[in-house]
T-cell receptor, first 113, second 107 residues
Framework: DADVTQTPRNRITKTGKRIMLECSQT?????MYWYRQDPGLGLQLIYY???????NKGEISDGYSVSRQAQAKFSLSLESAIPNQTALYFC????????????FGQGTRLTVV | KNEVEQSPQNLTAQEGEFITINCSYS?????LHWLQQHPGGGIVSLFM???GKKKHGRLIATINIQEKHSSLHITASHPRDSAVYIC?????????FGTGTSLTVIP
């Protein structure tokens, strides 16, 4: 089983719909991150959380929200999806002895039509 | 602002060639990472460096802290090395990512 699991792996949704991407980890890490990847651009940080009670906006948080339900779970929501949110989304974790290293989920390919 | 610059953006090589991908950065770091992303999308970590040089099989990564520069070398390249290679920085609190180098190795 993967250490960092994202669901769904692929999703097509319509403009205006609310959608949630889920991430769970078995690494025991305290830090979790959501990134989006667009062609030609590096991974851009959407939100990050350093523990269950700590949620922070990243560089491109507009149009997104997150929930840290437990140390192992960090969900990303698009309240009203729009086509320019079509991208590949990654969840990552770090922490403990792995503080300097990020472990990535397999990614969620989201298409908003 | 680009904390991390990678070059080249795209690279095509013949099987067996020696390949170098470069990364320059502008911030203080606690570690630098080289990541590999295959067409399926998943990202895996190849190396984490804070100084010197590391080698794993045909892959070699070096870093010069004073010059804020790192290189990833692939010796005797193979078509299965075809992927996007991403330079990433960790500062202790955050990660910064380069835009990636897309490598295609032709048989």
């Amino acid at each position: 089983d993967a250490d960092v699991t994202q669901t769904p792996r692929n999703r097509i949704t319509k403009t205006g719909k609310r959608i949630m991407l889920e991430c769970s980890q078995t690494k025991g890490h305290d830090r979790m991150y959501w990134y989006r990847q667009d062609p030609g651009l590096g991974l851009q940080l959407i939100y990050y959380s350093f523990d269950v009670k700590d949620i922070n906006k990243g560089e491109i948080s507009d149009g997104y929200s997150v929930s840290r339900q437990a140390q192992a779970k960090f969900s990303l929501s698009l309240e009203s999806a729009i086509p320019n949110q079509t991208a590949l989304y990654f969840c990552a974790t770090s922490g403990g002895r792995d503080r300097e290293k990020a472990f990535f989920g397999q990614g969620t390919r989201l298409t908003v039509v | 602002k680009n904390e991390v610059e990678q070059s080249p953006q795209n690279l095509t090589a013949q099987e067996g060639e020696f390949i170098t991908i470069n990364c320059s950065y502008s911030v203080g770091i606690s570690a630098l990472h080289w990541l590999q992303q295959h067409p399926g999308g998943g990202i895996v970590s190849l190396f984490m460096l804070s100084s010197g040089k590391k080698k794993h099989g045909r892959l070699i990564a070096t870093i010069n802290i004073q010059e804020k520069h790192s290189s990833l070398h692939i010796t005797a390249s193979h078509p299965r090395d075809s992927a996007v290679y991403i330079c990433a920085l960790s500062t202790g609190n955050q990660f910064y990512f380069g835009t990636g180098t897309s490598l295609t190795v032709i048989p």
